[in-house]
């Protein structure tokens, strides 16, 4: 694979939004395969480039998959079995090597579902506050709108949200049009390993979804982590002020797991 056409992969994984790690061998000790320079793309079910092949290269993507790190690190690999602190590989070449590993995607995904006034003003925040945003909604009108474009756009018919949200850790803000489906997501939500979980409406509405919720056999617990009312009690009323509120919670939670 040439450069360009690993670099094109890359930015094409990127762009479909896929969690992608790139792994760089920095330095080689010994008869190891690899040589410094030498990267590869790493992804929960993706790999292209070349990092020596062998063992090392088998423990550089499993380290990548298991571990899923959110920041930069560099690692030490012992090829030979014979020096401690270091990960081994079971190679017998001898020698060690370092290996740079860098998440190259954004770990902070906001999923936005519902692309309504609300939706667009908050995405625009959520961007501009680094978070990796992804719309959903029933209404393609809705996802083709012009100020919706650099953004990752997703339809459904909110039937099918645990097989949309694939990523682990997500951060979820539940607003559909007129809150028409709004329950019946919230409900699909409570299965996913979410970060954040918050939905949009009034004390008496969330009061109400809640309760029809628990009486089909959710329970109380569950419920309990959902943001709800969402945002910060400013006294928002237009879109963009509802957004503000969300952002400013999204932004606390954010800074409390760091």
Same mark, same amino acid.
């Given at each position: 694979?040439?450069?360009? #056409?690993?670099?094109?992969?890359?930015? *094409?994984?990127?762009?479909?939004?896929?969690?992608?790690?790139?792994?760089?061998?920095?330095?080689?000790?010994?008869?190891?395969?690899?040589?410094?320079?030498?990267?590869?793309? !790493?992804?929960?079910?993706?790999?292209?480039?070349?990092?020596?092949?062998?063992?090392?290269?088998?423990?550089?993507?499993?380290?990548?998959?298991?571990?899923?790190?959110?920041?930069?690190?560099?690692?030490?690999?012992?090829?030979?079995?014979?020096?401690?602190?270091?990960?081994?590989?079971?190679?017998?070449?001898?020698?060690?090597?370092?290996?740079?590993?860098?998440?190259?995607?954004?770990?902070?995904?906001?999923?936005?579902?519902?692309?309504?006034?609300?939706?667009?003003?908050?995405?625009?925040?959520?961007?501009?506050? #680094?978070?990796?945003?992804?719309?959903?909604?029933?209404?393609?009108?809705?996802?083709? *709108?012009?100020?919706?474009?650099?953004?990752?756009?997703?339809?459904?018919?909110?039937?099918?949200?645990?097989?949309?949200?694939?990523?682990?850790? *997500?951060? !979820? %803000?539940?607003?559909?049009?007129?809150?028409?489906?709004?329950?019946?997501?919230?409900?699909?939500?409570?299965?996913?390993?979410?970060?954040?979980?918050?939905? !949009?409406?009034?004390?008496?509405?969330?009061?109400?979804?809640?309760?029809?919720?628990?009486?089909?056999?959710?329970?109380?617990?569950?419920?309990?982590?959902?943001?709800?009312?969402?945002?910060?009690?400013?006294?928002?009323?237009?879109? %963009?002020?509802? *957004?503000?509120? !969300?952002?400013?919670?999204?932004?606390?939670?954010?800074?409390?797991?760091?």
């Amino acid at each position: 694979m040439s450069r360009s #056409e690993y670099y094109c992969r890359l930015q *094409a994984a990127l762009d479909q939004g896929q969690d992608l790690w790139q792994a760089t061998i920095v330095s080689t000790d010994g008869s190891s395969p690899a040589r410094a320079g030498m990267k590869a793309c !790493i992804g929960p079910k993706l790999y292209f480039g070349n990092l020596g092949g062998g063992a090392l290269e088998h423990g550089i993507i499993a380290f990548v998959r298991t571990q899923r790190p959110e920041t930069p690190l560099e690692l030490s690999f012992d090829l030979g079995g014979e020096q401690s602190g270091m990960k081994q590989t079971g190679m017998i070449c001898g020698g060690a090597a370092a290996v740079f590993i860098e998440p190259l995607h954004n770990p902070d995904k906001l999923y936005i579902i519902g692309a309504g006034h609300c939706g667009t003003a908050l995405a625009e925040l959520a961007a501009k506050a #680094e978070f990796g945003v992804t719309l959903i909604d029933n209404r393609p009108e809705s996802l083709a *709108a012009p100020a919706l474009s650099g953004y990752r756009r997703l339809l459904s018919d909110y039937t099918d949200i645990g097989s949309v949200i694939t990523d682990i850790k *997500a951060w !979820i %803000v539940i607003m559909t049009h007129g809150h028409a489906h709004d329950k019946e997501v919230l409900r699909q939500c409570l299965d996913l390993p979410c970060r954040y979980l918050g939905m !949009i409406g009034s004390k008496h509405k969330v009061a109400e979804s809640f309760e029809k919720l628990m009486e089909a056999g959710v329970s109380e617990q569950q419920l309990a982590s959902v943001h709800a009312p969402i945002g910060l009690p400013i006294g928002s009323r237009s879109p %963009v002020e509802i *957004a503000i509120s !969300i952002m400013a919670e999204l932004i606390r939670v954010r800074s409390s797991l760091r």
